[in-house]
């Protein structure tokens, strides 16, 4: 095989946002090498997130039946003359080792940094994007992109879907949709419900906008608490697929989220967000992407508290949340939606 014309591995693993900010370097890969074979391993319940991904040519697929050593010993049989670690955990340097390609990359995610910036050091610093980091990891191959946006693709089947979810709950009739994500992995990152249920009133009130609320696994009542404090009519998306979830945020005028997985879904969509950030904060590497996207956050000296929002308040009353007022917030979703009808104007 030509060295122009490579069998490639990118692995990584876990979770929403992490999987969806590799997207820009397997474009720059697919540039850079435009015959080569770009294979790719994830878990089995994230992989619907690569579906459809045109660089990708083969997804392999780490399930809970098909163990780590087996699924080694299928990857080694590829041949790959180039492996790329984009996930730096113990699962996946063990798959790096297992293979016998001639060049393994890995890159390189600043964790001592990170925890020195969470423990109240270097503060008045800011960690690079992960998406840079994961470009730079492709710079001994002669790849020297600048950062690009990440990307999602929808199929007619996802499309499909989200009219005729729409079509039954009389979404985008009479006015732009806005999406509502309360939700987020740990508890310590959502914004307050009541917060929400305000920002979806004043909007309604203010800008005519229909609401749609999005909540995940373990977030169906989260999602109808802020559902029914909006008003008694507004739809909830819940239980859905991760293709389900991308078919319906892509119709979406402006996504409201915490800091999250489907936050980096919207921007992957060209959807435009506002980001509240409390205790994780945007200086640890992973602010959303898009030309529109605004990123709110209190600022206190005690933030970030945790790389993952996984920790307890040190202070006990999660300031850094309730310190985002819901004027900033409706102030932010108000410019970008007012820009977008602007835009759709002009045309």
Known sequence: MRTDDPRILVIRL?????????????????????????DFVVKERYAELLQGNPHIHRLFLLSQTDGLLSLGRRLRRQGYQIVLDLHANLRSRILSAILSSPKKLRYGKLALRRRAMVRGRHRSAESPHVVDLYLKCLQPLGIDEPRGRPGLYLSDDDREFREKFYGQHRLGDSGPLVGFHPG????GKRWPADMFCSLGRLLKKRQGTGVLVFGGPGEEDLAGQVAEGIQPSTPVAANLSLRQLMALISGCALFVTNDSGPMHMATALGVPVVAIFGPTQPMLGFWPLGDEDVVLTAGLPCSPCSLHGERKCPRGSWECLQRVKVEDVLGAALGILDKRQKVIEQN
């Open 14 to 38: 876990s979770s929403m946002g992490d999987i969806i900010l590799t997207t820009p370097a397997l474009a720059a890969l697919k540039a850079h090498y435009p015959r080569a074979q770009l």
């Open 184 to 187: 987020a992995r740990w508890p």
